[in-house]
């Protein structure tokens, strides 16, 4: 991603920037410029340097850079000789001079929304919520298209650029909430620490506490933190945010697989999500139901999953995985076979590691320890 800047032993840097420092200023414009962009376009390098240097730049300003060997200079392409190029000639320059360029290429990229919204992020030392809304989309983007950890990344660094603690809070979160589910435990432990040092409100709070115990589905946890997590989901969805409570909701009723929380604690998992804006015939909302009341809503599930059954496969992995979780609760094993086996290739290739066990260990004709 842009502004990643990888390490070089001295010997290397010497060698890389001794070239470097030898060129005309504007080709060693052009050849940060075209080191930061993370691109081979030659038109696009070319566009960002001219906004720098106030003029059109021509090929022709990238020959010397070419003529020692720097790089490899085709009509349409700039391909750098050595894989760690980029990161020298970033490395030999200022930060004033990393920031032009940044600003120049975010200025060049307005029809690539995501790699214009990392230039302005890296350009931007402070906060801007305009900017860290930016990376809001990018990172939503990503993980629709199974980018989970590039996903992650533009929601750390726009808790980075939060002017609110509440909204740094928030995407931390979230973004520690996909490294659960990607399998990465030490990353989601530290996004949570890094929300903990906030100053976070008291749901805030609970939803660093509950995050964690989502590696174990809280199989560790007190059978009384089902009824809290119903109060949380509640809470969550009051603020306007129905996504998060229907996560918490998901975690709940994982919870009421592993042990017995009581009819009372069921109903209340059943009101919260009933009272969701969300049809009740989203994956999700199956899902829920048929683990927080498999006999009592069993029929219905079933008749919903039979009806959602035609679209196996041509959802994304997370929607066949929600629904072969619901197939199997209500003894559908045929259907869960099929939604998991649907969803467990996209779960590999997005890198969702800590979902994919759950896809693989479907059943085939008798029911079996998997979920």
């Not at 081979?40 to 003529?67: C, H, N, Q």
């Not at 009933?274 to 049809?279: A, C, F, S, Y």
Request: proline share 7%.
């Amino acid at each position: 991603m842009p502004g990643t800047v990888l390490p070089l032993s001295a010997r290397l840097e010497r060698a890389f920037t001794a070239r470097v420092t030898g060129l005309p200023a504007p080709a060693r414009t052009a050849l940060l410029v075209a080191a930061l962009g993370q691109s081979d376009s030659v038109a696009e390098t070319l566009a960002a340097t001219g906004l720098i240097l106030g003029a059109t730049a021509e090929p022709e300003i990238l020959a010397p850079a070419a003529e020692v060997r720097l790089i490899e200079l085709a009509i349409d392409t700039v391909t750098f000789r050595h894989p760690l190029m980029r990161s020298a000639i970033a490395a030999a320059s200022t930060f004033a001079e990393r920031r032009q360029a940044h600003l120049a290429l975010a200025e060049t990229l307005r029809e690539q929304p995501d790699r214009r919204a990392w230039h302005w992020a890296v350009a931007t030392p402070g906060t801007d919520e305009g900017v860290a809304a930016e990376l809001d989309s990018t990172a939503d983007r990503a993980r629709r298209r199974g980018g989970v950890a590039a996903a992650i990344a533009a929601l750390e660094q726009a808790a980075r650029l939060s002017e609110r603690q509440d909204s740094k809070a928030f995407r931390l979160l979230s973004a520690a909430e996909l490294a659960v589910e990607s399998g990465s435990r030490t990353t989601a432990e530290r996004l949570v620490r890094d929300a903990q040092v906030l100053d976070l409100p008291p749901r805030r709070r609970a939803t660093t506490a509950w995050l964690l115990s989502s590696f174990e589905d809280g199989v560790r946890e007190d059978i009384s933190r089902v009824p809290e997590l119903a109060e949380l989901a509640a809470s969550v969805a009051a603020d306007g945010e129905v996504e998060p409570a229907i996560r918490i909701l998901w975690g709940a009723a994982m919870r009421c697989f592993w042990s017995e929380p009581g009819p009372v604690a069921r109903r209340a998992l059943l009101e919260v999500a009933d009272r969701l804006p969300v049809p009740a015939d989203d994956p999700r909302m199956v899902a829920i139901t048929a683990y927080v009341a498999p006999f009592e809503r069993g029929d219905l599930a079933l008749v919903r999953l039979r009806a959602l059954a035609g679209a196996t496969g041509t959802t994304t992995p997370e929607i066949d995985r929600y629904l072969g979780s619901a197939a199997l609760q209500v003894g559908a094993f045929d259907l869960a076979a099929r939604f998991a086996t649907a969803a467990a290739p996209g779960l590999r290739a997005q890198g969702r590691l800590g979902l994919l066990p759950r896809a693989l260990a479907r059943p085939s004709v008798v029911p079996g320890p998997a979920r």
